[in-house]
């Protein structure tokens, strides 16, 4: 029943270092493709920080997979995501949340 609203994928993608620990050179590379439900968070369920910055604008839904972390980011069509968290609503191991913070132009704060 959960799995019927998942209608878009998305990519889980990894980075990997190819360069060296004193000049680092970071590629992206596919982790996980994954069925998702993309939700816009509004105002009041963005979660922000001290500054009052928000830390994540976007919310995906998917079926469950282990390994998924915040050192990720989700590509969903042309867009790129930072992926602020991602949680196991109650331990059940049947689906995550990602939050997500949309990122301008394709480009990753952490690259």
Known sequence: MFTSLLNTEITIQERTNTGSDFKPVYTWSTYKTLKALKYKLNERE????????????YRFYTEYSSGVTNVMRVKHGTDYYNIYNVNDPNEMNRHLEINCKLQPDGVSNED
């Open 46 to 57: 963005q979660p922000r920080n001290e500054g009052n910055t928000v830390m994540a604008d």
